[in-house]
């Protein structure tokens, strides 16, 4: 599978716990983005990051969440203390270097929060 | 900030027949570039159709088509011959070079047979 992966794509937790989404980008690409996608709305950036750096979070809550993409591995975005209105869709996409046609987002199948 | 608006929250078109859904948006950046994206009810983010804002001619995809305006910033999309397949959410989207994309709030549109 050539595409941009996500695991697990639907995820129960009780408040307090946490959650981690995992995102494993499409094959040679090096830039990962997340979304989240709340009911009956469109999807609002959270952060973009490159390999081993956070390049862009002004999307991300201050408090609960984080996100690395390390030099091995997937993309895992943490929540810590979840809260129901945590429930949502995340959805990861990712991009390749350079400029142009390399720059187009494309995206997993999305991860389903949802906070009981 | 750039923002993007679709005013129309939902659309229908009978099956073969043509369909265009509406989207503005404003931005002070001058290279940047604009897309649609389908989400079907599996909610998948699947993209339709990409366009560079330095190009002036409109994209082309099969069924899909632009009539993408600059000076105006309108991006709009149109589906020739409508398909069942064609029902879903789309959004229109707006990215700065190796940026974030800024979606608007989305369509629903309904094909009907």
């Known amino acids: 599978n050539a595409g941009v992966m996500q695991n697990p794509r639907h995820l129960v937790r009780r408040r307090g716990q946490e959650a981690r989404l995992r995102c494993s980008p499409m094959?040679?690409?090096?830039?990962v983005y997340w979304y989240r996608q709340l009911p009956e709305e469109g999807l609002k950036f959270m952060v973009y990051?490159?390999?081993?750096?956070?390049?862009?979070e002004s999307g991300m809550p201050k408090e609960r969440f984080s996100a690395e993409f390390p030099k091995e591995g997937p993309s895992i975005l943490r929540i810590q203390q979840v809260v129901r209105g945590d429930s949502a869709a995340y959805f990861c996409?990712?991009?390749?270097?350079?400029?142009?046609?390399?720059?187009?987002?494309?995206f997993g199948p999305g991860t389903r929060l949802l906070v009981l | 900030a750039q923002t993007v608006t679709q005013s129309q929250p939902e659309m229908s078109v009978q099956e073969a027949e043509t369909v265009t859904l509406s989207c503005t948006y404003d931005?002070?950046?001058?290279?940047?570039?604009l897309f649609w994206y389908k989400q079907p009810p599996s909610r998948q983010m699947i993209l339709v159709i990409r366009q560079e804002a330095y190009k002036q001619q409109n994209a082309t995809e099969n069924r899909f088509s632009v009539n993408f305006q600059k000076a105006a910033k309108s991006f709009s999309l149109k589906i020739s011959d409508s398909q069942l397949g064609d029902a879903a959410m789309y959004f229109c989207?707006?990215?700065?070079?190796?940026?974030?994309?800024?979606f608007g709030k989305g369509i629903t549109l309904s094909v009907r047979p």
């Open positions: 990051l490159q390999k081993e750096n956070i390049i862009d």
């Open positions: 094959k040679g690409h090096s830039h």
């Open positions: 996409a990712s991009s390749g270097r350079g400029t142009g046609v390399q720059e187009t987002q494309y």
């Open positions: 989207a707006f990215m700065r070079a190796n940026s974030k994309l800024t």
């Open positions: 931005t002070s950046e001058s290279d940047y570039y």
